[in-house]
């Protein structure tokens, strides 16, 4: 999945936080609706996003937990 195609991250739309492109539907909240129980069914129809959508913000959320470095204190 082409995350690229389906999320925005642009400083005059909420702030710079990414979102689904062409929504103001942040993808913490997506990904945190999941986390929390949601399913992607009930993600798509409270948030008016598709499932396509929600796999990229999960795609999004991958590659920025992959490509983060952590230092143990």
């Known amino acids: 999945m082409e995350w690229r195609d389906?999320?925005?991250?642009?400083?005059?739309?909420?702030?710079?936080?990414p979102v689904i492109k062409g929504?103001?539907?942040a993808v913490q909240i997506v990904v945190?609706?999941?986390?929390?129980?949601?399913?992607v069914q009930e993600v798509c129809d409270?948030?008016?996003?598709?499932?396509?959508?929600?796999r990229a913000?999960?795609?999004y959320a991958a590659d920025t937990v992959a490509n983060e470095r952590?230092?143990?204190?």
Do not use: C, F, H, W
Request: aromatic share 2%.
């Open 46 to 54: 409270e948030y008016g996003v598709t499932e396509d959508q929600v």
């Open 57 to 59: 913000a999960l795609a």
């Open 23 to 25: 929504t103001r539907v």
């Open 70 to 73: 952590v230092m143990a204190l």
């Open 6 to 17: 389906r999320i925005n991250i642009d400083p005059e739309i909420q702030g710079g936080t």
């Open 32 to 39: 945190g609706s999941l986390a929390g129980g949601m399913t």
